[in-house]
């Protein structure tokens, strides 16, 4: 059978990258990774999870674990969440909070809520590729997000030919690929060119939590509310995660923004799947109440030294022409190598000869621009690691430039 011919058009823009089949191979056990984005799973609360797991199935709460519920997500974790919102400068109630399945799923339902064909996302140029990922199935044009030049709300809107600018979308701490944090005089600027085309801006603050040095940020969502005085004035939504603090595995992270975006897109999960899994959101609010910042704290110092260890690592081994990000929290640092290098050949020959691997940089740009540049995450390796990967990949390099 010709599947192709049943397939939906919107189908055309999803595809495996050949990126992704050469990380395949990273499961095998010589392989120094610092390719995937991800916790290392020595730090997850195991113990705590498996008390809390335990705790939700007792008898006065196991019908509430294993039981059908609503689909803006369980009250408890929703209500944990506000506090935590109101930390950070952004006083909410639980009306403005929905609980997703990771804050992928945040990012899939925004895309559907706001792109029809042929609209525009702004994003930035790198940008998070599972973004990307998100918003191809609702077939929008990309143009890029670039606050630092001065160029004009009017100018986008005009690049955006038949369609329309819907949001921007940005990772805005310690940003999955390159490291950076926006600052606050960017925040300010892309609310303006928010107001100015009149559309919605998508905050992915995965790594928010993340910082291990320097002054923290205010969100751009509690800049705009310091504006426009209430959260449902507010054209901002905010994505966050316990994926990077907690636990990836459990598949919750949560979108906090305008009752309005909220109230649409809960009927839109309630389509998709209903809600998230109930037990896991228990078991992250129970860990959360009793452990969220000591844990975080825990988990910051690791991936500090981490990072400590990989900038040393890169200042003694790169050759002269290449340049790097120096992130003040998160998982990743972000290379520029001489234009003439091609990463992902890199990573071909990086595999076969020094086992070592990376993403590279290309796939992270809606234009498949950057081939000369590549990401480095430092979550998972150990310091040895790091040492003896970025060594390998120095020797490569210097005999590339
Ligand atoms: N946003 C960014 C910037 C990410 O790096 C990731 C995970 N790699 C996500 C969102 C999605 O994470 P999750 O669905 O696990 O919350």
């Not at 674990?65 to 930390?87: F, K, N, T």
């Not at 999955?176 to 960017?186: C, E, K, S, V, W």
């Not at 705009?224 to 004035?233: F, L, N, V, W, Y």
């Amino acid at each position: 059978m010709d599947w192709h011919q049943i397939f939906a058009a919107r189908n055309d823009r999803m595809k495996a990258s050949e990126i992704r089949e050469l990380l395949k191979l990273l499961d095998q056990p010589d392989i120094i990774s610092f390719a995937g984005g991800i916790p290392d799973p020595d730090l997850f609360p195991a113990q705590a999870f498996q008390d809390a797991f335990s705790q939700a199935l007792n008898p006065d709460t196991q019908a509430t674990a294993l039981q059908y519920s609503v689909s803006e997500g369980y009250a408890p974790l929703r209500d944990w969440i506000v506090g935590e919102m109101a930390r950070l400068g952004i006083p909410c109630t639980r009306d403005n909070i929905l609980i997703t399945s990771g804050s992928q799923q945040a990012l899939d339902y925004l895309g559907k809520l706001m792109l029809n064909v042929g609209d525009t996302a702004l994003v930035g140029w790198p940008t998070y590729l599972g973004a990307l990922g998100a918003f191809n199935a609702y077939e929008p044009r990309y143009d890029r997000l670039d606050p630092e030049t001065n160029r004009s709300a009017a100018d986008y809107a005009k690049a955006a030919g038949k369609g329309r600018v819907k949001f921007a979308y940005m990772s805005v701490d310690f940003a999955n690929p390159t490291g950076r944090t926006l600052d606050a005089q960017m925040r300010e600027r892309v609310i303006d060119l928010a107001d100015e085309l009149d559309i919605a801006v998508i905050e992915d603050a995965a790594y928010q939590s993340l910082r291990f040095e320097g002054e923290a940020l205010a969100p751009v969502l509690a800049r705009e509310i310091e504006r426009k005085g209430s959260i449902d004035a507010c054209r901002t939504i905010y994505c966050g995660s316990f994926s990077k603090t907690l636990a990836p595995g459990l598949r919750v992270g949560w979108m906090c923004g305008a009752q309005e975006v909220i109230d649409q897109v809960v009927l839109m999960k309630q389509a998709a799947d209903l809600h998230s899994s109930t037990i896991n959101q228990m078991a992250i609010a129970t860990v959360a109440n009793a452990q969220f910042d000591s844990h975080v704290a825990t988990i910051k110092k690791a991936y500090r030294a981490r990072r400590d260890r990989m900038l040393s690592a890169l200042e003694a081994h790169m050759p002269e022409g290449v340049t790097w990000t120096r992130p003040e929290g998160g998982m990743f640092i972000w290379l520029e190598l001489p234009t003439q290098i091609n990463a992902a050949d890199l990573l071909a020959q990086s595999l076969k000869t020094e086992r070592v691997a990376f993403v590279p940089g290309h796939a992270f740009f809606a234009d498949g621009s950057g081939t000369n540049t590549m990401r480095l995450s430092f979550s998972r390796t150990d310091e040895a690691g790091i040492d003896e990967g970025i060594a390998r990949l120095g020797r490569l390099i210097t005999a590339a430039v």
